[in-house]
């Protein structure tokens, strides 16, 4: 039960963050925790590596009627991919996702990944 709901906390955080370019005006809490994630490494490798855990530990214990390696199968493939921001996020690339707009798809897709395996937990994709 913890690592499903570490897993719809770390999904929304990560989507938070990228939607921060886009929607500053009405995500301004977040502006102080990205600067410090840009001025500590080790916070960000900390980061990286939590998510990377945690999408392992999703694959090998799924929620309850899941299959093993499959029940949680698409947030464990989006934790993986999503924990890699962590470690591309520097101050000269703030900008950057929001000019070709895959910052905005990237948190929209993100957090409706978060929002299917919140209201679906048990569903199983076959």
Known sequence: MQI??????YLIVVALFLL???YREHLTFLIRYRHLLLTNVKLRVICFGFGVLLSILNLIFPSSPGPK???DLLPSISLFFSSFFF???K???IGVSTIYGRGKHRGLILLGVAILHFLLPNCVIL
């Open 69 to 71: 390696f499959l029940g």
């Open 91 to 93: 101050e000269e690339k």
């Open 20 to 22: 921060l370019d886009c």
């Open 4 to 9: 499903y709901l570490l897993t719809v906390v």
């Open 87 to 89: 470690l591309a996020l």
